[in-house]
């Protein structure tokens, strides 16, 4: 049973405009969230998280919305740029739980110049 | 600051043989972890240390996975007997600490890609 859903394997996105990289969940304890950008043959690297009290958090061209009643988040980047491309986890924990993340398949973005 | 180390890269076997793989933390970070992404798939953890000390093993196939972290600093992951299944990234994380009710950013290393055959 996943806990954690990217129901986009892909997305492709032009140079400059607006990415949105979608994550639902079902498990009403998750209280932390957290995106992850991976490249190829290389480790996860931390992007953003949002914890439960805040419906928003923004870094730089990063910004992710956690809407709680449905269970859904989502990172957008503005502008794209073709560094960005690379396959995106969304990750969950519950309070409590010492670290344990349930991460998502991935969305792999690919941003054209 | 180095990040987190980890060997072999790349190794194939066929199906039980043993293997192992190393992982050697930031400098500093109490908790280590264990995940296996399985292709197509998110990284799922298999164990949690803290210190050198086990917190969270739950996930881990005991009949055929061992981890140590002995000196609470770097660990091996032993898988004996390898199965076709096992085939997949073991990628090894560290954090500061994690703490009751806190999360702290978990830092990836490169991982291990691991193929049975």
């Known amino acids: 049973d996943q806990q954690v859903k990217q129901n986009s394997p892909s997305l492709s996105v032009q140079e400059g405009r607006i990415s949105i990289l979608n994550c639902d969940y079902t498990n009403s304890m998750f209280d932390y969230f957290l995106w992850y950008k991976k490249y190829p043959a290389e480790g996860p690297t931390f992007l953003i998280s949002?914890?439960?009290?805040?419906d928003k958090n923004e870094d730089g061209r990063f910004t992710v919305f956690l809407n709680k009643s449905a269970k859904h988040l989502s990172l957008h980047i503005v502008p794209s740029q073709p560094g960005d491309s690379a396959v995106y986890f969304c990750?969950?924990?519950?309070?409590?739980?010492?670290?344990?993340?349930?991460f998502g398949k991935g969305t792999k973005l690919s941003v054209k110049p | 600051e180095a990040g987190v180390a980890q060997s072999p890269r790349y190794k194939i076997i066929e199906k039980r043989q043993s293997v192992a793989f190393w992982c050697n933390p930031i400098s500093g970070h109490a908790t280590l972890y264990w995940y296996q992404q399985i292709l197509g798939q998110g990284p799922k953890l298999l164990i949690q240390?803290?210190?050198?000390?086990?917190?969270?093993d739950s996930q881990l196939p005991k009949d055929r996975f061992s981890a140590e972290r002995l000196k609470g600093v770097d660990s091996t992951l032993k898988i004996q007997p390898a199965k076709l299944e096992d085939s997949a990234v073991y990628l090894c994380?560290?954090?500061?600490?994690?703490?009751?009710?806190?999360?702290?950013?978990?830092?990836f290393g490169p991982g291990t890609r691991l193929t049975v055959l």
């Open positions: 990750a969950a924990a519950v309070w409590g739980s010492q670290g344990n993340l349930i």
């Open positions: 240390f803290q210190n050198n000390g086990v917190v969270d």
């Open positions: 994380a560290s954090s500061l600490m994690a703490r009751g009710g806190r999360t702290d950013t978990q830092y």
């Open positions: 949002i914890s439960s009290i805040k």
